[in-house]
């Protein structure tokens, strides 16, 4: 899997962090960082689920 994010769709609102941690990452300056592009098996479910919660459709996944 990997892991890709339109900057421009993203709103920053966190909720990706805090399904997985792991690999997203909401700053002070505010900005989201993708911590792990091709994150390990064990956090494709939660990978999956953050996408699934962004509201604005930001997060993309490459099977």
């Known amino acids: 899997m990997k892991v ?3 900057f421009d769709l993203c709103a920053s609102t966190g909720g990706c962090m805090q399904v997985c941690p792991e ?16 994150p390990p098996p064990e956090l494709h479910d939660r990978v999956r689920e953050a996408a ?11 099977d």
Not at 27 to 35: A, E, I, Q
């Open 23 to 38: 690999v997203f990452e909401v700053r002070s300056d505010g900005y989201l960082y993708v911590l792990q592009e091709e």
């Open 4 to 6: 890709n994010v339109d």
């Open 52 to 62: 699934d919660l962004c509201p604005t459709a930001a997060i993309e996944l490459e």
